[in-house]
């Protein structure tokens, strides 16, 4: 099993749509979750940091499941601008060890 | 505030030749990191700089990649002799408060 797990989409969605991405982690152990943002030949760009009670940023909500190892994201009310790759990225154990990324997730919203 | 600094941002070269990369972190971030990116997959960690100590570089391949981070601000990677398969976007990134990183720009390296 790879440490992190994405479904790599793409996500064809419309505008206005709601969509949920997840990410699978293989370490029990890891404590630290997040999930970023990557533009088309730009670099990954922090989105948010995901908590054990689950956090909220206007349209995008993240979540950790720590029983079934996994952490998602969703997004309301998609926009065109939402669209991009979605990389979830998981610490390898104890606080300040490596981030582990996913391949990402492609989300395309269309008009 | 001014981001993570990379230059440059594109390198072609032939193969068996030296390349480097430079990077100056955020301001006041003392830790660095290198990952390499390959296309339609995410970035992989390289190495990782706490100040000018690095504390995980098992993912660098020595035989031809090194790093420094001399005075625990500015981080320079080389690869010397570059292969065609080290063709890939290489990131640098920075972070004050632990694991939450942010990026530079990269540097896109095609070996030919």
């Known amino acids: 099993r790879k440490e992190v797990e994405q479904d790599p989409g793409p996500f064809n969605v419309p505008e206005g749509a709601t969509v949920a991405f997840n990410c699978t982690y293989s370490n029990s152990a890891s404590q630290s979750f997040f999930w970023y943002r990557q533009d088309c030949r730009k670099e990954p760009k922090l989105l948010m940091s995901?908590?054990?009670s689950g956090n909220e940023d206007g349209r995008f909500t993240a979540q950790l499941n720590r029983a079934s190892q996994y952490i998602s994201l969703l997004i309301r009310d998609s926009k065109l601008s939402d669209s991009a790759t979605y990389l979830c990225?998981?610490?390898?154990?104890?606080?300040?060890?490596?981030?582990?990324f996913g391949k990402g997730t492609r989300l395309s919203v269309i008009a | 505030e001014a981001g993570v600094v990379q230059s440059p941002r594109y390198k072609i070269i032939e193969k068996k030749q030296p390349v480097a990369f430079w990077c100056n972190p955020i301001?006041?971030?003392?830790?660095l990191y290198w990952y390499r990116q390959n296309l339609g997959q995410g970035p992989e960690l390289l190495i990782r700089?706490?100040?000018?100590?690095?504390?995980?570089d098992s993912q660098l391949p020595k035989d031809r990649f090194s790093a420094e981070r001399l005075k625990g601000v500015d981080s320079t990677l080389k690869i010397q002799p570059a292969e065609l398969g080290d063709s890939a976007v290489y990131l640098c990134?920075?972070?004050?408060?632990?694991?939450?990183?942010?990026f530079g720009p990269g540097t896109r390296l095609t070996v030919l």
């Open positions: 301001s006041g971030h003392n830790t």
């Open positions: 995901v908590y054990s």
């Open positions: 990134a920075s972070s004050l408060i632990v694991d939450e990183q942010f």
């Open positions: 990225a998981v610490n390898r154990a104890a606080r300040n060890t490596p981030l582990v």
């Open positions: 700089y706490e100040n000018e100590e690095a504390v995980d």
